[in-house]
């Protein structure tokens, strides 16, 4: 049903736009002035009043990507286990989180030596970066970390949402 809310909504409002970028070239063309500038500033105008979060929001999307986004290896496992030999098989599956610190950092035991610590960090625009951390537990050293940027935006009309 909401649906069919939003397809009415765009049609009424596709004709309305339709209508204002054409009485804004027939105004100009009344002033005798190029019709061209009028349209496209009309047009322009009518987009960003649904989509004037559109372009911003994008913007600094890649910008975030660009600058925060990446995988850091501080130590590879060759090192690490040069560093510490006779340590067994590190690999093993993750659980649920045994501890959580806030409910933005979560740290999953992955066996008796690490443990990888996920942390969410809010940044102005829906972004959120995601820290995804390998922590050695008994020497507290990073091993790895991986940072990834997200958009999370809401439809407060569909999800009642404050």
Request: charged share 20%; aromatic share 16%; hydrophobic share 45%.
């Amino acid at each position: 049903m909401i649906g069919l809310a939003y397809i009415l909504f765009f049609v009424v409002y596709g004709y309305l736009s339709i209508k204002v970028v054409k009485y804004a070239a027939n105004l100009a063309i009344d002033l005798d002035r190029n019709p061209k500038p009028w349209a496209l500033l009309a047009g322009f105008v009518m987009y960003n009043l649904v989509f004037w979060d559109l372009i911003p929001v994008y913007a600094t999307h890649a910008y975030y990507c660009a600058k925060l986004s990446g995988l850091t290896v501080y130590k590879t496992p060759e090192e690490w286990k040069a560093e510490n030999p006779g340590v067994a098989d590190y690999r093993s599956s993750k659980k649920s989180p045994q501890s959580i610190a806030n409910p933005d950092v979560y740290t999953f035991h992955l066996n008796q030596r690490f443990d990888q610590i996920v942390k969410y960090e809010k940044l102005p625009l829906f972004h959120w970066v995601l820290y995804s951390r390998l922590v050695d537990r008994k020497t507290g050293e990073k091993l790895v970390e991986e940072r990834d940027v997200t958009l999370r935006m809401q439809n407060f009309v569909v999800s009642g949402g404050c």
